[in-house]
């Protein structure tokens, strides 16, 4: 007898165990998929949704570089060159190479912390697939630029302004970690600036 | 179809060997209409199939290649095409190259008898059925001819697995088969819808309990005979590689994978046909072709419901076991084939002319087994605290 009630409680098992994971099934064929459609179907970019300090690719803005060298001594492997001699005639200091190899760098972020105006540092860019070594060397400097010279007061030049106003920022926030929220915030405003460098601050 | 060819031949249309060269025309351009559905739909259902699996799985799916990824298939069929077409050294080269022929071939040979409406068959045989299981059996030559010819172990379990599988399910299969010919009578296609209603309570799934259990019995074992994936053995990755299918490349492999999808068209047509009242619908107009358009999208509408019911079972059920899918055929489902057939049997004895209460009876019994898995769809939906989210287009 027992023979047959297994048979039926077999048949009966499957059927309900079927049952209940086809429900399963369904359930999950109506929910919203998990997929991140990284890179070209996002809402916002991964790079806009890093914090302001993410060790991404190396940036310069040669507006504020003081051409000081620091960052290429304490570079570890030496993917920094910088060449800046000062002008015969005018004798200022001239920036005539500033390259950065990134396919070397490792991201350690030593040459950022020693940069007195917070030039060179990190941006949230982390896509540098190119298709040769050559390309990955950034050349920062097209025409020799003259190098920056701090003032004792606030600076007074309307285009130098914000791009300073966000390397210190950049600084601060390294040297006081626990200001994440304010310093965002100035960076934030810094960056608004800088897209809209006309309006007075 | 054949009194269309009359009316053309009396009507003078052809000249002389009229008949002759009527036959030959409709033929090659009935052969042309309804390949030329076939093929794209089996290419079509690929890439649906993903989509849905995908969904399931809460993924996404193939969704760059064209307008929601529509064209994947095409993209597929175009990068097998350009594969090379390897054949073994120590394979037979004949047999190696006339396999995957003939599974196409038993995918392309039902379409004749496929009663898409009143009139729109291309032959309507009056053994129509018989043909239909007949024809669809002649996989097994083809995936066994692929086994034995690759000269491979994997192929040549794949193809064993595949030649027991098939010819086992069939056994099942043909018995389900016999309750809808024993209340009705009559092999022919046509024959067989025309005996049932549009109602649901008019279709044979729900005549008497005897067919339901016919019903859902066949739909399986059909799935079993296509090699679809709760008894997908023959190509089972984890233990064959690809099964028979191991030492095919380029269009020869697609062949078969072709043929597999296609058969879920002709799955679907067969439960349509026996059980849910093929292309049935209510006299709502007068006009022929209206009629006829009509249950062309019936008939269409129902078998594409059971090709989503089968992907829906490949992304819910695991492969079973080789003795599973024995003992499963042999303990449970040839015995209980019998004692539906006699039922059948019996049931038709009594009342000859079927029992219409019970098909109240049934459909409500459907009804509520229907709610009661729609009211677990949507414990697991509220489990998961997710909202309801449909969107095929992402």
Redesign the interface.
């Known amino acids: 007898m027992s023979g047959v009630s297994d048979y039926v409680q077999?048949?009966k098992e499957t059927v309900s165990t079927?049952?209940?994971?086809?429900?399963?099934?369904?359930?999950?064929?109506?929910?919203?998929?998990?997929?991140v459609?990284y890179p070209d179907r996002m809402a916002v970019r991964v790079q806009d949704t890093l914090p302001f300090r993410y060790r991404g690719i190396l940036e310069v803005d040669l507006e504020i570089c003081t051409g000081c060298l620091a960052c290429e001594r304490l570079c570890p492997i030496d993917c920094i060159t910088i060449v800046a001699d000062k002008d015969p005639v005018t004798k200022q200091l001239l920036l005539s190479q500033f390259d950065i190899d990134i396919a070397k760098c490792m991201y350690c972020g030593l040459c950022s912390e020693p940069c007195p105006t917070g030039s060179i540092h990190h941006t949230t860019e982390f896509e540098g697939a190119d298709y040769s070594l050559e390309s990955l060397i950034r050349r920062f400097v097209k025409d020799p630029v003259i190098a920056y010279k701090p003032k004792k007061g606030p600076e007074t030049d309307q285009r130098i302004a914000p791009i300073l106003n966000r390397g210190m920022a950049y600084l601060d926030q390294w040297a006081i970690p626990g200001s994440d929220a304010e310093a965002k915030a100035a960076a934030d405003k810094a960056a608004a600036e800088t897209a809209a460098p006309g309006e007075p601050s | 179809m054949q009194t269309l060819i009359e009316n053309l031949v009396n009507a003078g249309t052809f000249g002389k060997n009229a008949s002759v060269v009527a036959a030959i025309v409709i033929f090659v351009l009935s052969a042309v209409v309804f390949l030329g559905v076939a093929f794209p739909f089996a290419g079509i259902v690929s890439w649906v199939e993903r989509r849905v699996w995908a969904r399931i799985q809460s993924r996404v799916g193939p969704n760059r290649v064209g307008p929601n990824g529509f064209l994947q298939w095409l993209a597929d069929g175009v990068k097998h095409v350009c594969k090379e077409d390897i054949i073994p050294d120590d394979s037979d080269p004949t047999l190696f190259k006339t396999a995957p022929y003939l599974v196409v071939l038993a995918f392309v040979l039902p379409w004749a008898v496929m009663p898409f409406s009143s009139s729109l068959i291309l032959a309507d045989l009056n053994v129509g059925i018989l043909y239909m299981t007949s024809v669809t059996a002649l996989t097994v030559v083809g995936v066994l001819m692929a086994g034995w010819a690759s000269n491979d172990k994997w192929s040549l379990i794949g193809g064993i697995r595949s030649a027991a599988q098939i010819v086992s399910y069939e056994i099942p299969a043909g018995l389900s088969i016999f309750p809808v010919v024993l209340m009705t009578g009559t092999l022919s296609m046509q024959g067989i819808i025309r005996a049932q209603g549009w109602a649901p309570q008019h279709w044979f799934l729900f005549a008497n309990p005897f067919t339901f259990i016919a019903a859902n019995i066949l739909y399986i074992s059909a799935l079993a005979e296509g090699n679809r994936t709760p008894f997908d053995l023959p190509e089972a990755e984890s233990e064959l590689v690809a099964g028979f299918a191991t030492e095919y490349s380029g269009m020869r492999y697609l062949f078969f994978f072709m043929a597999e999808w296609g058969n879920l068209f002709i799955i679907g047509a067969i439960i349509t046909t026996l059980f849910l009242g093929g292309w049935q619908c209510p006299h709502i107009t007068k006009n022929v072709v209206l009629m006829n358009v009509l249950q062309l999208i019936v008939f269409n509408v129902k078998v594409l419901a059971l090709v989503f019911l089968s992907m829906w079972i490949r992304a819910t059920l695991p492969r079973v076991r080789i003795d599973q899918l024995m003992l499963l055929c042999w303990k449970y489902f040839v015995p209980i084939s019998f004692v539906d057939m006699i039922g059948t049997a019996v049931w038709v004895a009594i009342w000859p002319d079927g029992n219409a209460f019970m098909g109240y009876i049934m459909l409500a019994g459907a009804i509520v087994v229907a709610v009661l898995f729609i009211q677990r769809v949507i414990f697991y939906l509220r489990r998961s605290r997710m909202e309801m989210y449909f969107n095929p287009t992402i």
């Open positions: 077999n048949i079927i049952f209940e994971g086809m429900a399963i099934t369904a359930s999950h064929f109506m929910r919203k998929p998990y997929t459609q």
